[in-house]
């Protein structure tokens, strides 16, 4: 696994903690990232995976806690917010817009904007082509279909384009490999190490703990709301971390009276 | 370029080359491949006007004539300009029950205004009568955006209350009468033949021109562009279809002003639609509003919009309309205006389920719609008939719809 670039993490949570209702979603957890690094963030269904990354987002803000970007302490509000600090998710469902062409896609919320208001398509559609081919995704027909005609793999490469195109420097990917078959899943395993190799800080959010050893360079383990453990993926086993993904290394369950 | 860092050596660009070279053959495979997976354009249409054409010329030798072309435009004015605001509307995927009333609503304000003791200038009862609707839009979309209400229920409510203000303002007389000659004249005035020639020249030149030079300017970039022969077909189809519609027009009492408003009204809306941001959001929100959400578009803020737009062209529409009877009487904004206006896009090919569409769909939507009316009026049925027959072709169009959106889906066209 790579070495850790930089010491101080490009992105930090301190304590976030989030409710719904009754439903405790986060409590007090602690997650850090640096830069040049794959940091996977696993746990059971309902351990809090998709309310953290929704909270980095600012899709619902956290309640409580405190989120340092580069060492310094930041608001995250809204969409807007995390994209300008130059934070993007790639969601499990894609966040696409089937109708739209590719181009469109990668740009949408952000066009370029050139005269008469008019959107100034043939500059968007030049980025967009350097970057997929940074990215070294060459197998599209063309950059003007809908991307309801690609396949799952095409899929998620543009996604992730998308989110790198922005001077990104955390890039979030929530289950990249779920809906995907082999070959597919190994083109996108090989994007999250050219994010890697060109500096970006990467989360990777999977079930899949293969890919995860593929990929990871450390590994955040949540259970309940709770984080409870970080391990060093070449000092971990599988077993270890479906230990504390299940019964968890917790020194208390919310909810239980402790023993 | 905005990546954190650029490839140390540009690899030769094979997306790049693959997508510049599209040659004519190409393009017509993947148009028909387009047809095939249920995205039929404006096919359905051109066969749809030659069937009725043929069932109604074959029936009243009146139909095809240039003093029934020349009604059919004026005929088709209101209902398209209350279509081409619903064309954004459907493009979200939500609808707008009460355009019919609305253009009532806009209709009896201007002929209030216009009248003694208010007299205002025709102009001032234009802009007026234009916020007017255009408010009425913007509280209908707040409604429907912050209390988060359906907006099937809140333009229900709009069309009852709407209703309501026409009936009350109108009160028990019946009918205002419009005696301003410029408001009459949009929809009963005519270009002289010379200038029913120029606009035509003028507006094909405007075509080619802005065709061309978006042509030169994707060739220079390097970026896809459309086969050099493709661009020349549709401007000659264009130059030939409007040297026709100039023609046959002249023949008569030559091209209606409404005739120009129109297609005013389609270059300026088309452009909203396909070069604009705005026209961007729409289609992603009709497309996937989760998705325009994350992209961090202000989707209440377009909805809204879209609302104010169609409340705007409905009232635009009331004011044509009002313009053609002379008047405005309890019955304006009924009958079938409402579903005539909706039907109208949807026949043109705009999917009632959002995110497909184009503005042109209005106006051909609204071509076969007053194309059967006109004829069935030429062959004198019976009310009852025409309903009917009005509610099949309707019902036919949906169900295209719904047949093209499974063929999409399968073909996986989006």
Redesign the interface.
């Known amino acids: 696994m790579s070495n850790h670039a930089n010491n101080t993490p490009i992105l930090e949570l301190k304590g976030v903690s989030k409710r719904f209702g009754a439903v405790q979603a986060l409590e007090k957890v602690d997650f850090e990232v640096r830069s040049g690094e794959v940091m996977a963030l696993v746990g059971d269904n309902g351990a809090g995976k998709s309310t953290l990354i929704k909270g980095i987002a600012g899709i619902y803000p956290f309640d409580d806690g405190e989120v340092f970007f580069g060492g310094e302490k930041v608001d995250i509000h809204g969409p807007r917010d995390a994209a300008d600090l130059g934070i993007e998710i790639v969601y499990q469902d894609l966040a696409l817009a089937d109708n739209l062409d590719v181009v469109a896609n990668m740009f949408l919320g952000r066009e370029k904007v050139g005269g008469m208001w008019a959107m100034d398509e043939e500059s968007m559609e030049e980025e967009a082509i350097k970057t997929l081919d940074s990215l070294s995704v060459t197998t599209l027909r063309s950059v003007r279909l809908p991307v309801a005609s690609l396949s799952g793999g095409q899929r998620q490469a543009i996604a992730v384009a998308k989110a790198v195109m922005w001077n990104s420097k955390v890039v979030i990917l929530d289950e990249p490999t779920a809906a995907l078959g082999v070959a597919q899943t190994r083109q996108v395993l090989d994007l999250v190490k050219t994010l890697r190799a060109k500096g970006l800080a990467v989360v990777i959010i999977s079930h899949n703990l293969h890919d995860i050893f593929e990929v990871a360079d450390r590994i955040t383990v949540l259970r309940l709301g709770k984080r409870v453990n970080v391990f060093d993926a070449s000092k971990t086993t599988q077993q270890e971390v479906v230990y504390a993904i299940t019964a968890g290394a917790l020194s208390q369950v919310p909810g239980m009276v402790k023993s | 370029?905005?990546?954190?860092?650029?490839?140390v050596s540009?690899?030769q660009?094979?997306?790049?080359e693959?997508?510049a070279r599209t040659s004519p053959g190409d393009y017509v495979r993947n148009y028909l491949q387009r047809m095939k997976g249920g995205d039929m354009g404006a096919l359905p249409i051109i066969i749809g006007l030659i069937v009725i054409a043929i069932i109604f010329q074959g029936q009243n030798e009146h139909f095809l004539t240039p003093r029934n072309f020349v009604n059919l435009i004026v005929q088709m004015a209101g209902i398209t300009t209350i279509a081409i605001g619903l064309v954004f509307v459907l493009l979200l995927g939500e609808i707008d029950l009460s355009v019919g009333y609305v253009s009532a609503v806009a209709a009896v304000f201007l002929a209030m205004r216009l009248r003694p003791p208010d007299g205002w200038p025709w102009y001032a009862g234009i802009i007026g009568a234009l916020l007017f609707a255009a408010a009425i839009g913007i509280v209908q979309g707040l409604f429907i955006t912050k209390a988060r209400l359906p907006s099937f229920i809140v333009t229900l409510a709009g069309l009852l209350v709407w209703n309501g203000v026409v009936l009350i303002l109108i009160g028990t007389g019946g009918t205002v009468i419009i005696q301003d000659p410029v408001i009459i004249g949009i929809a009963n005035a005519f270009l002289p033949h010379v200038w029913g020639w120029i606009v035509g020249v003028a507006a094909v030149a405007i075509f080619a021109y802005s065709k061309l030079r978006r042509w030169k300017?994707?060739q220079k970039?390097q970026?896809?562009s459309e086969p050099i022969a493709i661009v020349i077909f549709q401007i000659a189809l264009v130059a030939v279809i409007m040297a026709a519609v100039v023609y046959v027009a002249n023949l008569d009492r030559g091209v209606p002003f409404v005739g120009v408003l129109l297609l005013i009204f389609l270059a300026a809306f088309t452009?909203l639609a396909d070069?604009?941001?705005f026209g961007?959001y729409v289609?992603?929100i009709?497309?996937?509003t989760?998705?325009?959400?994350?992209?961090?578009?202000p989707v209440d803020r377009i909805k809204t919009l879209v609302f104010m737009i169609a409340s705007l062209m409905a009232g635009a529409g009331g004011i044509v309309l009002a313009s053609r009877l002379r008047s405005v009487d309890t019955a304006a904004g009924g009958g079938n205006l409402l579903l005539m206006a909706i039907a109208a896009p949807v026949i043109g090919g705009t999917s009632l389920f959002g995110?497909?569409g184009r503005v042109i769909s209005a106006l051909l939507g609204a071509l076969i719609i007053a194309s059967i009316e006109n004829g069935m009026g030429l062959l004198g049925l019976s009310a009852g008939a025409k309903f009917i027959i009005t509610g099949l072709v309707l019902l036919v169009a949906v169900l295209v719809d719904a047949i093209s959106r499974r063929g999409?889906?399968q073909?996986?066209?989006?």
């Open positions: 370029m905005s990546t954190t860092q650029e490839p540009e690899p660009n094979a997306l790049l693959a997508t300017r994707r970039r970026v896809s452009y070069r604009t941001k961007r289609y992603a009709g497309g996937n989760e998705s325009a959400r994350r992209a961090g578009i995110g497909h999409r889906e073909s996986g066209l989006g």
